[in-house]
């Protein structure tokens, strides 16, 4: 198993030649009936789909080339996936810290907004992998404001 | 590939596999690692002496302990006393596509 785990951490993109997945960071969780070892992207899609299920909160990630929130890993074919966008989790054997970029709509109260996306991802994480979750950061990395989308077509000047 | 007295044969893998893409917590063996055989693989088993390792995708409904447990039943006897660890590579939410699993 891999001890340290930095923000800037490549992700596994699979299997490598020898097959080993103690390559990958991973907990391991025992049971009475057998040991349970869970992949970083398992953790980070668990509290991505938690973040985005608050109202309020518009998308994740997008935050302009922040490493740390897989914009490098989205471009990687068969590397990324829209569901763990945003969301980077450092995660030991017993507890797990979250890091979430998120888009809030605007009118929010971010504050409010901010609690009830720790409860959600704390309560998600918990129950479905037993760890602690000792942290969840969250950046409001912008405010997505309707009417002045950017991805409303423009007239382009030239052919 | 040498047998051995816990049976680390062929036929073991496959009903190894075979018990595990079945369980209800499990959405599909996974690519992260696998057995070798004469002509083909098998995906999400390894087994040795004293130990199987089992690599699933995972489906997110029970906690994943229990998809341990689950497979820790459902293995009891063809584990025939070696230890078992299960590694959750990956799981499929709610609305995911899934793409091709272990090949």
Redesign the interface.
Same mark, same amino acid.
């Given at each position: 198993m891999t001890s340290a785990v930095s923000a800037n951490k490549t992700p596994a993109l !699979? +299997?490598d030649s020898t !097959? +080993? #997945?103690l390559e $990958?960071t991973?907990t391991v &969780?025992v %049971? %009475?009936?057998? /040991? $349970? +070892? =869970? #992949?970083d @992207? @398992?953790v980070e /899609? =668990?509290a991505g &789909?938690a973040a985005r299920e608050i109202t309020g909160v518009y998308k994740l990630g997008g935050g302009g080339g922040s490493r740390a929130f897989g914009a490098i890993r989205e471009k990687i074919p !068969?590397g990324g996936s829209g569901?763990t966008a945003g969301v980077e989790v450092e995660v030991g054997a017993r507890q797990t810290a979250v890091d979430l970029d998120i888009v809030v709509e605007y009118g929010v109260e971010i504050g409010e907004l901010t609690k009830a996306i720790r409860r959600n991802v704390i309560s998600a994480i918990e129950?479905? %992998? %037993?760890l602690e979750v000792t942290e969840v950061n969250i950046v409001v990395h912008d405010v997505h404001v309707p009417n002045q989308d950017s991805d409303e077509p423009v007239d382009s000047r030239v052919e | 590939m040498p047998t051995d007295p816990a049976g680390s044969s062929a036929a073991d893998i496959d009903a190894i596999g075979g018990i595990v893409a079945s369980c209800p917590g499990v959405a599909s063996l996974s690519a992260a690692a696998r057995s070798y055989l004469p002509g083909r693989t098998v995906p999400g088993v390894s087994v040795d002496t004293d130990r199987v390792d089992v690599f699933v995708v995972a489906q997110y409904q029970d906690p994943l302990t229990r998809v341990t447990e689950q497979l820790a039943e459902a293995l009891a006897e063809v584990l025939a006393g070696r230890a078992l660890y299960v590694h959750i590579e990956d799981i499929v939410m709610p609305g995911e596509q899934v793409l091709d699993p272990a090949g």
């Open positions: !699979g +299997s !097959g +080993s #997945a $990958t991973e &969780l %049971t %009475t009936h057998g /040991k $349970t +070892s =869970i #992949a @992207v @398992v /899609k =668990i &789909l !068969g569901l129950r479905m %992998t %037993t | -």
